[in-house]
């Protein structure tokens, strides 16, 4: 399976501490993820996709994602989101299927604010992988809220 990611799965030490195993810089490869927008939330750190036809979304996708690596990015995702099968463009290939976790319509409440893994990064990464080793996402966007 092939998945795109838009938030903090886009970092490698958070998306190795999901999936289980290290994730090699090369294996993700950058795409743009087309009728959709990525925007902040007001109650955690991290960002969601809404539709938007206008909307273009810059992340990376994983391919080889097995079965039980699935199943282990739902956990992280948890109850909120659905996992939807798309389409992503990709530089010099076009267009190719991806999975990609959309929020269940009403489960979060979106700013109009952009979300930048740069920032993530530099201001809520540390906080959020140490309680993300402790007690999983929610404990981690709890965290990192603050």
């Given at each position: 399976?092939?998945?795109?990611?838009?938030?903090?799965?886009?970092?490698?030490?958070?998306?190795?501490?999901?999936?289980?195993?290290?994730?090699?810089?090369?294996?993700?490869?950058?795409?743009?993820?087309?009728?959709?927008?990525?925007?902040?939330?007001?109650?955690?750190?991290?960002?969601?996709?809404?539709?938007?036809?206008?909307?273009?979304?810059?992340?990376?996708?994983?391919?080889?994602?097995?079965?039980?690596?699935?199943?282990?990015?739902?956990?992280?995702?948890?109850?909120?989101?659905?996992?939807?099968?798309?389409?992503?463009?990709?530089?010099?290939?076009?267009?190719?299927?991806?999975?990609?976790f959309e929020p269940m319509p009403g489960a979060f409440k979106p700013t109009d604010t952009e979300w930048s893994l740069a920032v993530w990064q530099a201001e809520h990464?540390?906080?959020?992988?140490?309680?993300?080793?402790?007690?999983?996402?929610?404990?981690?966007?709890?965290?990192?809220?603050?």
């Amino acid at each position: 399976m092939r998945f795109f990611f838009y938030g903090t799965l886009m970092d490698r030490d958070v998306l190795a501490r999901v999936l289980g195993r290290p994730v090699v810089a090369a294996a993700l490869k950058p795409a743009v993820l087309r009728g959709y927008r990525r925007t902040a939330i007001r109650e955690g750190s991290y960002p969601i996709v809404l539709r938007d036809a206008d909307g273009a979304v810059d992340g990376l996708t994983l391919d080889g994602v097995t079965k039980a690596e699935s199943e282990r990015l739902g956990a992280y995702e948890g109850p909120r989101y659905t996992l939807v099968r798309t389409f992503a463009d990709f530089p010099e290939r076009g267009p190719r299927a991806v999975f990609v976790f959309e929020p269940m319509p009403g489960a979060f409440k979106p700013t109009d604010t952009e979300w930048s893994l740069a920032v993530w990064q530099a201001e809520h990464k540390e906080k959020f992988l140490a309680a993300l080793i402790k007690g999983g996402r929610d404990a981690a966007a709890a965290a990192a809220s603050r």
